[in-house]
């Protein structure tokens, strides 16, 4: 079993072996390996361990590193230099506050270095594209105000000093896309304000007697495009000059080596062209001998380029619009309860144990349980069911849920980065930057795409040069900047990325978390589900029903003290039920000796030197004890109700059993039923007896089931199917399944799992039913049905585009595209794909 931590306080590779070492040491590792650039460590065990145990470890050794799950933890890769040159290691020790705030997390949309992200805003080193931010909470960051008096700032919330009123949270600072978005809308407008009057100078040649001639000659008003295209070029437009710069220096090819070179050679040839006009051809003049200009095609193409960024940088932060909705479920300050006072503090000063008040109409600031209240919450917009659901004193709430029409005190468990949200948000963050099998396809292409381009203009520069009608050179010149323009792998680059990030933001509101894009390619071909039973299709919530003796001299609240004091050192959902169960009827368990967990079968362990042993036949028939005939049909009576039954042992004798009852959920059947209808073979496998396993599977009217599977019977099942070509998902909830979770094709765990089961599944569903993985699966199928469309719509705009700028159509019908044109149908052939992905945020599921 193989697990990956999260390292703080490593500074050098020192360090790294220390932790190692220390690691290393803790009983039960086998192997500890430390990353000190990921500042990860992967621990491989024999059995789980619980973190604690790692804990312990570092503190004990000095408390001078300290460790964490990987996926509560800072994003797991390097940050390598910004393109602003500061490196990762200046900002090694923010990471968790920057997942946290938001800050300093920036990556291509096109996921061209994989899940590579950077330090500060700027532009990928590979595609040239702008970085796009991380999207995360702001907590705290921006202070409070008055709303009476806005010259008032505090770093904390409390009362105006001037007039009494509650301080109020400032407005978070403007996002870094809303920072580029209107940059690149300021330098629009320069744009356009300068290559307008270009164009109308230059369309004014196709008028008869030009009345611009009668002011200036023509030669004048090419000096005056020439000035006017300078702010153009050298400024609004100037960074697609710079990225096509660095792509060639780089020989990383892409949209802007194309832009680059079309407009830019379309810029410099007209420069050329009014200083040196001797020495072009006569193909090349007008009658009165000036050389045709294209300070009209540089400029206009240009600033059309920009206004397709213009729509992409509006578009992109659509694409996140999920995220940033979960982010307003934050709020930036909750009420301490302190010796009975209520107090007012900023949201990331919240500690564990602190009791919080939570107000009708509230968002619940943080994870906890309620200890005094009651009070129905909203949990829509984390697991995505309308239904308001009620709940007591000992219950758990969620931060960024909302409190119904009661106020009730709760105990915060979990702060900061450990809260349900935050694990949303992080793991929506990272699945959107990870990589989807689909996009290989489109990877591969845009590799040789920008080369084929560049070969493509030059051999229509050629072609239309010796075969083309006069004037020749000008047909030539024009026809290869056009292809050079309409060529677009920006689109084919975007196909993906952009359909997966709404897709795992639309599931994440939704109650359905993806881990990685593969998951959630590979949920679309899944033809096989494997679900366990207790928590997956019953409610996972079991009660003791009666507990029953048949030995005449132990009673059975003997029995009740036994099974009570031995499942308090268990973690399985049955020992829950049975200590809960036990301690309304004793006063308080005892200590048990020799304490074992026996994986599919039960527990054993010595109370008051009495030998224990609770658990299932296997269990029983392990240490050979016999079980009386009587006993046997007592059970099987419970079992063919449906019911959970084990047997009880007391020094290697028989004496009766514990029926623990766990109703089915309301979704499982008609989920069932919809899943076997879109072609998925349900199969339940569970560790419970064939009687009960039966009588649960004829309920939903499951076909096909296996009972009494130990983990390995469900690891050996899944390899099996595999073998056989299937595509196997499996659904768990417990620590037992976390094996089987891991070797499926697409692992999903229930939310009211152990963090092991989430960890080792690439899907979880936050509400934990059925019912969400027919979510799952819907929302898989769309999304792999809006990539397939985005490619499609990339490949065929350019293997049409391209030739149609090369003129095949001249011959036939004596159609040639326009360099501009060319430009226009660049710039928003990126942004129609774009569009088709944010169609995802209305899928149904």
Not at 229 to 255: D, E, G
Not at 676 to 689: H, R
């Amino acid at each position: 079993m193989q697990h990956t931590y999260h390292i703080h306080g490593m500074t050098c590779n020192g360090c790294r072996s220390h932790v190692e070492e220390t690691l290393s040491k803790v009983e039960g590792v086998t192997k500890a390996t430390v990353d000190l650039e990921k500042a990860e460590a992967i621990i491989d065990m024999g059995s789980y361990l619980p973190i604690e145990k790692f804990q312990e470890a570092l503190k004990n050794d000095g408390g001078r590193y300290s460790i964490e799950k990987s996926h509560l933890a800072s994003p797991k890769n390097t940050h390598p230099a910004s393109p602003k040159g500061r490196s990762h290691d200046s900002k090694k020790h923010t990471n968790e506050k920057s997942l946290l705030r938001g800050l300093g997390t920036f990556y291509c949309p096109m996921h061209c270095e994989g899940d590579k992200t950077y330090d500060e805003s700027g532009d990928c080193p590979v595609c040239g594209m702008d970085l796009v931010q991380e999207q995360g909470p702001l907590r705290g960051s921006g202070g409070f105000t008055c709303p009476m008096h806005p010259e008032i700032i505090k770093d904390e919330p409390g009362a105006c000093p001037i007039c009494g009123m509650d301080l109020v949270p400032l407005e978070a600072d403007v996002s870094e896309e809303d920072k580029t978005y209107k940059a690149l809308l300021k330098k629009f407008w320069i744009a356009v304000a300068f290559s307008l009057p270009i164009f109308l100078i230059a369309m004014s040649e196709m008028l008869d007697n030009n009345p611009l001639y009668s002011v200036v000659e023509q030669k004048e008003w090419n000096w005056i495009q020439f000035a006017l295209s300078i702010p153009v070029v050298f400024y609004a437009t100037w960074m697609f000059f710079k990225r096509a710069w660095t792509s060639i220096k780089t020989m990383n090819l892409n949209m802007f080596t194309l832009i680059g070179v079309g407009s830019g050679i379309a810029w410099l040839f007209s420069v050329f062209a009014m200083l040196f006009p001797e020495v072009f051809p006569s193909d090349f003049k007008t009658a009165d001998g000036n050389v045709f200009v294209y300070f009209e095609a540089s400029t206009v193409i240009l600033t059309l380029v920009l206004l397709g960024q213009l729509l992409e940088a509006r578009a992109h932060s659509q694409t996140s619009g999920a995220i940033k909705e979960l982010l307003k479920l934050v709020p930036s300050t909750a009420t301490l309860v302190v010796h009975g006072k209520d107090e007012m503090i900023a949201i990331d000063k919240i500690q564990r144990g602190n009791l919080l008040r939570v107000k009708p109409g509230e968002k619940i600031p943080v994870d906890g349980s309620i200890v005094e209240g009651q009070s129905a919450i909203d949990e829509s917009m984390i697991t995505g069911e309308p239904i308001p659901v009620d709940k007591q004193e000992g219950d758990t709430v969620s931060s960024g849920t909302i409190n119904g029409t009661k106020s009730f005190i709760m105990k915060a468990e979990k702060v900061g980065s450990e809260t349900l949200l935050s694990q949303i948000i992080h793991m929506v963050n990272t699945a959107s930057r990870s990589k989807a099998p689909i996009q290989k396809l489109a990877d591969r292409i845009s590799k040789y795409f920008v080369p084929i381009v560049l070969i493509v203009s030059v051999i229509t520069f050629t072609v239309w040069a010796i075969y083309g009608p006069e004037p020749a050179y000008v047909f030539a010149f024009v026809n290869a900047i056009a292809v050079l323009i309409i060529a677009c792998p920006c689109a084919l680059g975007l196909a993906t990325p952009m359909s997966v990030m709404v897709g795992v933001g639309r599931g994440a509101q939704s109650g359905v978390l993806i881990k990685n894009a593969e998951a959630l390619e590979k949920m679309d071909k899944v033809d096989t589900l494997i679900v366990d039973k207790t928590g997956t299709i019953t409610e996972g919530k079991p009660s003791v029903e009666k507990i029953i003796s048949l030995n005449d001299t132990i009673d059975e609240d003997r029995l009740v003290h036994y099974i009570t004091s031995l499942n308090q050192y268990s973690e399985h959902p049955l020992a829950e039920a049975i200590v809960k169960y036990g301690k309304a009827k004793i006063r308080a368990a005892s200590k048990v000796d020799d304490f074992e967990a026996i994986a599919g079968k039960g527990i054993v362990g010595t109370v008051n030197d009495f030998k224990i042993a609770l658990g299932n036949n296997k269990l029983l028939q392990q240490f050979s004890i016999e079980i009386p005939k009587a006993l046997i049909e007592k059970v099987v009576a419970e079992q063919e109700q449906g019911k959970t039954v084990s047997y009880i042992a007391v020094n290697n004798q028989a004496v009766g059993y514990v029926t623990i009852f766990d109703a089915i959920k309301k979704t499982s059947q008609n989920a069932i039923k919809e899943l076997e209808n879109k072609g998925v073979e349900v199969i339940m496998l569970t560790g419970d007896n064939k009687n009960t396993a039966k009588a649960v599977a004829a309920q939903l009217n499951l076909k096909h089931y296996k009972a009494e599977c130990l983990p390995e019977d469900k690891l050996k099942e899944i390899e099996t199917l595999q073998e056989q070509g299937k595509i196997v998902a499996m659904a768990g909830d417990g620590i037992n399944d976390a094996p089987a979770l891991a070797q499926s094709d697409v692992g999903i765990a229930m939310g009211t799992g152990t963090d092991v089961a989430i960890e080792s599944a690439s899907i979880t569903l936050v509400k934990g039913d059925l019912q969400g993985i027919l979510k799952a699966k819907k929302l898989s199928h769309g999304v792999v049905k809006n990539i397939k469309q985005n490619l499609f719509f990339a490949f065929v705009y350019n293997v049409l585009g391209v030739p149609i700028a090369a003129g095949v159509l001249y011959p036939i019908f004596g159609l040639l595209l326009s360099p501009m044109i060319a430009a226009l149908a660049m710039s928003f052939s990126s942004v129609s794909v774009i569009t088709n992905a944010l169609r995802l945020r209305k899928v149904k599921i």
